[in-house]
């Protein structure tokens, strides 16, 4: 069998296994200068401290877990060649865009809430944001924006409804207890709606709750 054969075979091979194995992102490596005023911005922010360690050397290492994340954050002394100040555009996830801004700006972060005018959802061109949250408030299309002491860019972005496929749809879990909280807030605007379209109390709420929350989270269509 020749040499690019058995290349090709082992690709195949290799992509019938694909996905077997999960791989959680659980760190990224964040680049900053000064690692006791890192320590100091997203402490004030209110990430959870995993991690403090110093080093032989004298170093510092950080990791922190912002509010219910399963992926956390490291930072110190020597952890990455990037440069300071170098990340761009990592992604936070909300259920409230205007809720994170009211309690990043309570905090002393300036962020600046806004949606594409487009009526899309790109949040990478600072040509294309009209400010304020989406007009209609749609899942995915509301962002704000944040900065830490060395520039690191943070995005928020509010997600509600996922895309279809996005998430397992034979699972529901929530990340804390204001993401549940924020969920039933929802389902029960809905449900409200749908006890003025019946002209009556629904006795079986329980049951239209669980459906609006599960089919929410999966992307599916949501019950009326």
């Given at each position: 069998m020749s040499d690019v054969a058995e290349i090709s075979?082992?690709?195949?091979?290799?992509?019938?296994?694909?996905?077997?194995?999960?791989?959680?992102?659980?760190?990224?490596?964040?680049?900053?200068?000064?690692v006791d005023r890192a320590f100091a911005?997203?402490?004030k922010i209110?990430?959870?401290?995993?991690a403090d360690i110093t080093t032989p050397d004298g170093g510092r290492i950080l990791q922190f877990t912002p509010p219910?994340?399963?992926?956390?954050?490291?930072?110190?002394t020597g952890l990455t060649p990037s440069a300071p100040g170098s990340a761009q555009y990592i992604h936070l996830i909300v259920s409230d865009i205007e809720a994170a801004h009211a309690e990043l700006a309570a905090k002393g972060v300036e962020a600046k809430v806004f949606h594409d005018a487009t009526g899309g959802y790109n949040r990478f061109d600072p040509a294309?944001?009209?400010?304020?949250?989406?007009?209609?408030?749609?899942?995915?299309?509301?962002?704000?924006?944040?900065s830490d002491p060395d520039g690191n860019g943070w995005i928020l972005q509010e997600i509600t409804t996922r895309f279809?496929?996005?998430?397992d749809s034979a699972e529901t879990s929530f990340a804390s207890v204001r993401d549940l909280a924020d969920t039933m807030r929802r389902a029960a605007a809905a449900h409200g709606e749908h006890e003025k379209r019946i002209g009556a109390a629904d006795p079986n709420w329980p049951d239209w709750y669980a459906a609006y929350m599960v089919a929410e989270q999966a992307g599916r269509p949501l019950p009326v």
């Open positions: 075979r082992a690709t195949e091979e290799k992509s019938a296994t694909a996905g077997a194995i999960d791989m959680k992102l659980e760190a990224i490596v964040l680049p900053v200068s000064d911005f997203y402490s209110g990430w959870r401290v995993d219910g994340s399963p992926c956390s954050v490291l930072m110190g294309a944001r009209a400010s304020g949250p989406d007009p209609e408030r749609r899942s995915y299309a509301s962002f704000a924006t944040f279809p496929g996005r998430v």
